[in-house]
């Protein structure tokens, strides 16, 4: 069991940043809404383990690319601690954005090469 | 952030995932599901919580420190809450490595490496065609500017008198060309070198450097010894340095002369007597000089004194060139073997602890690892990574491992101390100066390292190899294994102890045999005295009339039976051994020779088998004559063996050297020479009147010899004041010349017992771990009917096992390992000796049970009910 989960974790890593990101940009948001827009936006195509964000959102936000802060959220008086994109996350996001796009592109043309043409 | 503030971001993250479940557990009770399942189904949808809270404290950096902070502290815990464990190994940790490095310290301080010298390696023995060297001829050497040379020293031992307040004492100095500290490269602890100015010999006033044991007992450590003025030899010497604590002498083996003055007619007599002088050289190599260069380069400036000097016969052997410590060096020196295989023995029975000790821990780690898989199964089965749970197991043996090196540091620390206290004061004072060996000291803690890690790694393997682990433990699981791990630890220990065990008792044995042998000569009511004339005012015939008078003197004394001198003490610390004798055409290898003076039979009791004693007429001038041993004339004397000649080859004749032709007189009993273990040797003796040398006067007393002790001194200060007297009991004597075979038997038996104290708690170890495996097994065969004597019987069958297996094994290596030692024991004892195999492998086998009887009792007792509740 132990194994399984992180080789998943692995494989999303490199991704699960760039979609929190993206997330992100969209305005502030707390862990469990953060995971609920990647599984709602990819149709449940992406299974993400909800528990596998935070390990990325405490990464994102040791490289500076995050901040949090507890804030009471609007619609119920309740505390959550929400994330927000900072100046560099939003470079970093562009940067990923490029290098998956570059990375689709290469996909494809392996995949579909007639296509291409 | 940092760490410390990490409970505060722990809280922070705790904080977080619990809002996250419960909003997660919101939205499912929204969709319909009871509280319950809401709460399972958020759980579920956010994975193992344990291994997300370690995935994210690992961002936070500074983890891999706090892990290990954390470990080190989780470690400790341990090792309090099994406070045997701990303490039986680093003990046994600490004592295999201080043990070693104490041991071995010792060696290297008296064997290998014992000069205090800068590049020790660019110094060299010079011995230009004789082993001592006339100042004329050094003089003409330091001269000659030789390219390989850098500098050229010169230094003889020389016993000294110096007086304090109305007596006279007798030291041991070195008399030193006064260019000696500074190309050796030692500077004093306090003062100065000897100055350029008194490369000058004879400079007036005289100086002199101390050693650090010799300012520290006649001038109490103070600090103004500084100009002090001590008198050597009725000169007065004005002290001008106090050498390093722990200086090393050029004559190795720890011994230590306690002054050091250059070379003065006062001191030796006229430098320029080309027939005087018995300086020792040293050579300090150019940088980059070969040994062969040098000696390559020492051939034409040889060559060339010898043409200037043509008569001077003493320099006609060839030159030799040899380092100042190692094994060549020790041979030159005439080290017996015996003491080189007693310290190499020592040395083994060192490493044969430390293997032991390793082996116990190792036994030890292993047992409590596999009493731990079940927890280590947990851990994993609940999500710890792999490497986690290996890093956290190595951390707790690395603690153990580095408790036991520092305890080991610290016990070898307490030795060099002790042995630095150490001052035996034989004719030359003895100071052991124990520096701690690098390489030994990495070697035994890379080793307690490597022995502890990989045994303590050993459950962890074992556990994740077999993730079905937690169902392994099951009944019975430990009985099908005949040949484990720890089984194999405590075989080898068993051998261990084994070959320990045979050595020490083969050198015990020797010991007793050697102290229990007959000298051949009176002991009980014999004195020795030795008189220290004054070198440079006594001429070898002075002080031959001297003694004269003086053994007349001291026969006429009540109480005294009879007197006579000798020039060598048999058993004493120097023998006096010749090669190279001629008889009847046959070369006699090794004949222990001594110069004795009329009536030494008369005095040692050694009765004339054959002829006559030496007479006052057999004089320097009349026909040479000797006595030989029995040994000596059964094997190379023809007929009655009086009136054969032997030939003695004469000393500094050349090559091949004069011999001068001496008639045999007498045949005296065999007796001791050298050592009180030695076979019969074939011995020679001559007048003294014909070989004069300093001799020591032998007293036979009628009844108590303490009682003529003052009558002889008194009567010795009438003939010449102020002169250095030592009276000693033979007897005493004899027990100073044991002592350190004493220490030694004591040093061994100790490690022995030792060595078996550490095999038996391996054993009891193993088997009491054994039981407790087999404590269900153990239940089933007593419910199905088998009696406690069975299991009894099982148990120790077991242990029993072990030990011979053990003891095989060690059988078999003790008599392949001490084979070598069997040319240091005493005549007539074999190396592997039945008796005392025999004796040592039922000993063992007899510790072994007992060590097991305690858990084999236990399994006796089980309960079989509670034993099989137990799973």
């Known amino acids: 069991m132990a194994k399984d989960t992180r080789q998943r974790a692995n494989v999303l890593q490199g991704t699960l940043d760039m979609l929190i990101l993206r997330t992100l940009i969209l305005g502030p948001a707390h862990g469990h809404e953060i995971g609920k827009y990647i599984q709602r936006t990819t149709d449940d195509l992406l299974q993400v383990q909800h528990g596998s964000l935070y390990p990325a959102l405490h990464r994102l936000e040791r490289r500076g690319w995050l901040t949090a802060k507890w804030e009471t959220a609007q619609d119920r008086n309740r505390q959550f601690k929400y994330y927000r994109l900072t100046a560099a996350g939003r470079k970093q996001l562009s940067v990923e954005e490029s290098k998956w796009k570059q990375m689709a592109r290469a996909v494809a043309q392996v995949m579909w090469p007639a296509e291409e043409n | 952030m940092r760490w410390w503030k990490k409970n505060d971001r722990e809280h922070d993250m705790e904080k977080e995932f619990a809002s996250h479940l419960e909003l997660e557990a919101e939205e499912q009770r929204a969709k319909g599901l009871s509280v319950e399942e809401a ?76 000069v205090t ?117 009725r000169e007065v010497f004005t002290i001008v340095g106090v050498l390093p604590k722990n200086y090393r002498s050029v004559h190795g083996y720890g011994m230590s002369p306690e002054v050091y003055v250059p070379l003065s007619k006062e001191l030796v007599g006229d430098l320029n007597d080309p027939s005087l002088g018995s300086l020792n050289l040293i050579a300090r190599m150019q940088d980059g000089v070969t040994f062969s260069q040098l000696k390559a380069s020492l051939g034409p400036v040889v060559q060339s004194w010898r043409q200037l000097y043509p008569g001077d016969g ?55 690892g596999a009493n731990r898989s079940r927890e280590i199964a947990v851990r994993l089965a609940l999500g710890a990574p792999r490497y986690r749970v290996i890093q956290q197991l190595l951390t707790e043996t690395a603690l153990l491992a580095f408790l036991g090196s520092c305890a080991g540091i610290a016990l070898y620390l307490a030795l060099a101390t002790a042995a630095e206290k150490l001052q035996i004061r034989e004719s030359v004072p003895f ?29 962890a393997l074992q556990s994740s190899r077999n993730s079905w682990h937690l169902r392994s433990n099951q009944i019975g699981a430990e009985t099908h294994q005949r040949f484990s791990l720890r089984r194999a630890l405590v075989v080898g220990q068993f051998a261990l102890a084994f070959v320990l ?57 009540q109480g005294i039976r009879s007197v006579a001198g000798a020039s060598t003490v048999p058993l004493g610390i120097e023998h006096w051994v010749i090669g190279s004798i001629r008889v009847n055409d046959r070369n006699v290898p090794r004949v222990f020779v001594n110069s004795v003076t009329p009536g030494y039979f008369q005095a040692m009791q050694i009765p004339l088998l054959k002829g ?95 009682s003529v002790m003052t009558a002889i001194r008194q009567t010795l200060v009438s003939l010449e004041p102020r002169t250095p007297i030592k009276i000693e009991l033979m007897r005493e004597r004899l027990a100073g010349a044991l002592l350190p075979s004493k220490i030694a038997s ?67 290596l003790a008599s392949f390992i001490l084979q070598p030692l069997g040319k240091a024991l005493p005549a007539g004892m074999p190396v592997v000796d039945l008796l005392s195999f025999v004796t040592v492998g039922c000993a063992l086998t007899f510790v072994g049970l007992c060590a097991a009887l305690f858990p084999a009792w236990r399994a006796s007792r089980i309960d079989p009910m509670r034993a099989l509740r137990t799973e």
């Not at chain 2, 800068?118 to 006339?134: A, K, M, W, Y």
């Not at chain 2, 030795?530 to 007349?552: G, K, P, Q």
């Not at chain 2, 007393?701 to 303490?706: D, F, I, W």
């Open chain 2, 39 to 114: 709460r399972y189904a958020a759980q579920r949808a956010f994975g193992n919580t344990a291994l997300m809270k370690e995935q994210t404290r690992e961002e936070w950096g500074w983890l891999k420190l706090e892990i290990a902070l954390k470990d080190v502290q989780y470690g400790i815990r341990g090792l309090f809450r099994s406070p045997i464990f701990t303490i039986v190994s680093v003990l046994s940790l600490a004592l295999g490595i201080g043990a070693t490095t104490g041991i071995f310290g010792t060696f290297e301080a008296v064997f290998l490496n014992a």
């Open chain 2, 117 to 233: 010298a800068r590049n020790l390696g660019q110094l060299e023995h010079i011995e230009p065609g004789d082993s001592n060297v006339s100042y004329r001829c050094f003089q003409y050497l330091s001269s000659a500017n030789i390219p390989t040379v850098e500098g050229l020293v010169a230094y003889f031992e020389s016993g000294l008198s110096l007086r304090s307040g109305t007596e006279m004492e007798r030291i041991t100095g070195d008399i030193v060309s006064p260019n000696f500290f500074a190309v050796l490269g030692v500077t004093p602890a306090m003062g100065r070198a000897f100055s350029e100015d008194e490369q000058q010999p004879g400079r007036q006033p005289h100086v002199a450097i101390v050693s650090h044991g010799f300012w520290q007992r006649k001038f109490d450590a103070r600090p103004d010894v500084l100009g002090k003025v001590i008198e050597l030899n």
């Open chain 2, 314 to 368: 003493r320099y006609a052997g060839k030159i030799d060139v040899y380092p100042l410590t190692g094994i060549e060096k020790m041979r030159r020196d005439g080290i017996p073997l015996e003491l080189t295989v007693f310290l190499l023995l020592l040395i083994l029975v060192a490493v044969l602890i430390l293997l032991i000790a390793c082996a116990n821990v190792a036994g030890l780690l292993v047992a409590r």
């Open chain 2, 431 to 459: 100071e052991l100066h124990l520096h701690l060996d690098r390489t030994l000291l990495y070697f035994s803690i890379g080793l307690v390292a490597l022995t502890t890690l990989l045994s303590g790694l050993v459950p």
């Open chain 2, 501 to 557: 065990l045979v050595s020490a008792s083969l050198f015990l044995r020797g010991l007793a045999k050697n102290s229990h042998a007959d000298p051949g000569f009176n002991m009980q009511h014999l004195l020795t005295v030795e008189v220290t004339l004054n070198d440079a005012s006594y001429s070898a015939y002075r002080s031959e009339r001297y003694f004269e008078r003086a053994i007349n003197e001291i026969s006429r004394l």
């Open chain 2, 612 to 706: 006559r004693d030496f007479q006052a007429d057999d004089r320097a001038d009349s026909p040479p004559v000797a006595i030989v041993n029995q040994t000596f004339a059964n094997a190379y004397l023809k007929g009655d063996g009086l009136s054969n000649l032997v030939y003695v080859p004469i000393a500094g004749t050349g090559t091949p050297p004069t011999f001068l032709p001496f008639q045999i007189i007498g045949i005296a009993r065999d007796s001791k020479y050298g050592s009180l273990g030695e076979e019969a040797a074939p011995a020679l003796y001559w007048p003294l009147s014909q070989h004069y040398g300093p001799p020591t006067l032998m007293v036979d007393t009628a009844s108590a010899p303490a």
């Open chain 2, 746 to 812: 004591f040093l061994l038996s100790g490690m022995g017992t030792l060595g078996l104290l550490l095999a038996t708690i391996g054993i009891y170890g193993v088997v009491a771990y054994g039981v407790g495996r087999r404590t269900a097994e153990i239940g089933i065969r007593m419910a199905l009917g088998a009696t406690k004597a069975h299991v009894l019987g099982l148990i120790l069958k077991d242990a029993g096992q072990i030990a011979c297996v053990g003891t095989v094994t060690g059988a078999a």
